[in-house]
C-alpha cells in the first residue's frame, strides 16, 4: 500500500541512458500504475489535515450554505428542492399544471396539492394545532387542541371518535347518502320562530328530508322534556302504544287500540 506522495517523487524514471525504445516504455509504464495507485490511495484518504484554514472555512460555507436543486423538462415539468436556513421545500410540478408542494420550518408543515380547476386540498401543522382542508370537495377539519381520537371511513360507513370527554360542534351538519350523494337530512338552526308563548324564536333542528323517516330509540329510559310546553303534531294522527295497548289522536277521535272512546266535539 502506497505510503505517501513521496514515493512518486523518489521513483521518477531516469532515461538518460541508453535505453531501448522497449525499455523506456516499460519504465514509463510502471511509473504511471504507480501514479495511479498512489491517486486513488489520496483520494480516498483526504482528511482535514490536508487542506489549510482558509480553504476548509471555503468548504464548510460551500457545503452548509443554501441548497437548490432543479430538473426541469422540455415541457416545463419540474421537480425542485430548495434547502436553506429557513427551512426545507420541496415541488413537484406536472407538465399540464398540477403540482403539489410540502414546505418545513421552525414554524411548522405545510402540504399543498392542487388540480387543475383550481381545487386544491392542503394540510397545515404547527405548535397551535392542526388544519386540513380540502376546497373543492368542501371536507374541513381544523382544530387547535385535538388530542386523540380516529377518522374512520369504510363501506360507506364513517365513524369519528374524539377522545375528549365533550366534543363542541358549531354550524349546521348535513346527513349525505352514500350511495346518491342526496342530503337526508341533518342538525341545523334559526331564529325564524314566531316568538310567541307557543313558538320559541330561536330553536334548533333535527330534520330529515324527502321519505326519510326520523327514529329516536333508547336501550333504556327515554324521556321527552320541555320547560314550558311540549308540542306533538301529525297532520293525520298521533298514535301512542303501551306494549300491546294502543292510543290514537285523530281528526275523528280518540280510539282505543282500534275502538273509538272519544268522540270530536261538535263544532
Same mark, same amino acid.
Given at each position: 500500500?502506497?505510503?505517501?506522495?513521496?514515493?512518486?517523487?523518489?521513483?521518477?524514471?531516469?532515461?538518460?541512458?541508453?535505453?531501448?525504445?522497449?525499455?523506456?516504455?516499460?519504465?514509463?509504464?510502471?511509473?504511471?500504475?504507480?501514479?495511479?495507485?498512489?491517486?486513488?490511495?489520496?483520494?480516498?484518504?483526504?482528511?482535514?489535515?490536508?487542506?489549510?484554514?482558509?480553504?476548509?472555512?471555503?468548504?464548510?460555507?460551500?457545503?452548509?450554505?443554501?441548497?437548490?436543486?432543479?430538473?426541469?423538462?422540455?415541457?416545463?415539468?419540474?421537480?425542485?428542492?430548495?434547502?436553506?436556513?429557513?427551512?426545507?421545500?420541496?415541488?413537484?410540478?406536472?407538465?399540464?399544471?398540477?403540482?403539489?408542494?410540502?414546505?418545513?420550518?421552525?414554524?411548522?408543515?405545510?402540504?399543498?396539492?392542487?388540480?387543475?380547476?383550481?381545487?386544491?386540498?392542503?394540510?397545515?401543522?404547527?405548535?397551535?394545532?392542526?388544519?386540513?382542508?380540502?376546497?373543492?370537495?368542501?371536507?374541513?377539519?381544523?382544530?387547535?387542541?385535538?388530542?386523540?381520537? $380516529?377518522? *374512520?371511513?369504510? @363501506? +360507506?360507513?364513517? #365513524? %369519528?371518535?374524539?377522545?375528549?370527554?365533550?366534543? &363542541?360542534?358549531? !354550524?349546521?351538519? $348535513?346527513? *349525505?347518502?352514500? @350511495? +346518491?350523494?342526496? #342530503? %337526508?337530512?341533518?342538525?341545523?338552526?334559526?331564529? &325564524?320562530?314566531? !316568538?310567541?308563548?307557543?313558538?320559541?324564536?330561536?330553536?334548533?333542528?333535527?330534520?330529515?328530508?324527502?321519505?326519510?323517516?326520523?327514529?329516536?330509540?333508547? !336501550?333504556?329510559?327515554?324521556?321527552?322534556?320541555?320547560?314550558?310546553?311540549?308540542?306533538?303534531?301529525?297532520?293525520?294522527?298521533?298514535?301512542?302504544?303501551? !306494549?300491546?295497548?294502543?292510543?290514537?289522536?285523530?281528526?275523528?277521535?280518540?280510539?282505543?287500540?282500534?275502538?273509538?272512546?272519544?268522540?270530536?266535539?261538535?263544532?
Amino acid at each position: 500500500m502506497p505510503g505517501s506522495l513521496m514515493t512518486a517523487d523518489t521513483s521518477f524514471p531516469d532515461l538518460k541512458g541508453k535505453e531501448s525504445t522497449e525499455e523506456k516504455f516499460e519504465t514509463i509504464t510502471g511509473y504511471l500504475y504507480l501514479l495511479l495507485e498512489q491517486l486513488r490511495y489520496t483520494l480516498s484518504n483526504l482528511g482535514e489535515e490536508n487542506f489549510n484554514g482558509a480553504e476548509l472555512d471555503h468548504l464548510g460555507r460551500v457545503f452548509t450554505g443554501p441548497l437548490t436543486v432543479r430538473v426541469e423538462e422540455t415541457e416545463q415539468g419540474v421537480t425542485q428542492l430548495s434547502v436553506t436556513v429557513e427551512g426545507v421545500k420541496s415541488t413537484v410540478k406536472g407538465l399540464d399544471g398540477r403540482f403539489s408542494s410540502v414546505e418545513q420550518s421552525v414554524n411548522g408543515v405545510v402540504s399543498r396539492v392542487n388540480g387543475l380547476d383550481n381545487r386544491f386540498s392542503s394540510v397545515e401543522q404547527d405548535v397551535d394545532g392542526l388544519n386540513i382542508r380540502t376546497i373543492g370537495g368542501t371536507t374541513c377539519i381544523t382544530g387547535d387542541h385535538v388530542k386523540t381520537g $380516529r377518522i *374512520v371511513s369504510q @363501506n +360507506g360507513m364513517s #365513524e %369519528i371518535n374524539l377522545n375528549t370527554g365533550m366534543a &363542541s360542534l358549531s !354550524g349546521s351538519y $348535513r346527513v *349525505v347518502d352514500p @350511495n +346518491g350523494g342526496a #342530503e %337526508i337530512g341533518g342538525v341545523k338552526y334559526d331564529s &325564524s320562530g314566531a !316568538g310567541t308563548s307557543s313558538e320559541a324564536k330561536n330553536r334548533m333542528w333535527v330534520y330529515t328530508n324527502g321519505n326519510w323517516a326520523l327514529k329516536v330509540q333508547a !336501550g333504556g329510559n327515554l324521556s321527552l322534556e320541555g320547560s314550558s310546553l311540549v308540542h306533538i303534531r301529525g297532520p293525520q294522527e298521533v298514535t301512542v302504544s303501551v !306494549g300491546e295497548t294502543r292510543w290514537t289522536f285523530g281528526k275523528y277521535g280518540i280510539y282505543y287500540n282500534d275502538t273509538l272512546a272519544v268522540s270530536p266535539l261538535a263544532t
